[in-house]
């Protein structure tokens, strides 16, 4: 790793490479590193904000603070579907409660408690 002259960490100075995305001495972030966006992880990304819900909100999170367009629209869709997913969840889950209740009502009127 060889330091390029006149590049100097912000935070300690140091030399760092052009190369380099964390400050070898101090740990300090120099640039973001690139973000995968590829077909498959935005399935996986997609996949795990439905079915996974609130671990979907990591995601979002982790896309939306890029600076690239396609990563940032990536963390939009993982948000829509994680509040989707939420949403969905929470309309069965009252129904099956609703549900149950009345069942339950049912229960206790034919045998009288």
Sequence with gaps: MEPSTGMQCP?????????????S???FELKQ???????AKQALIYLVSFFLAPFGLGYAMKYLKQSNG????????????????????IIVTQQFLAQSYSQLDLINSATGF
């Design 70 to 89: 396609k990563a940032k629209i990536i963390g939009v869709v993982s948000l829509v579907l994680t509040a989707l997913a939420i949403g969905v969840m």
């Design 25 to 27: 001495h101090c740990g």
């Design 33 to 39: 590193h690139e973000i995968d966006t590829s077909v």
């Design 11 to 23: 935070q300690c100075g140091m030399a760092v490479s052009e190369k380099d995305i964390f400050c």
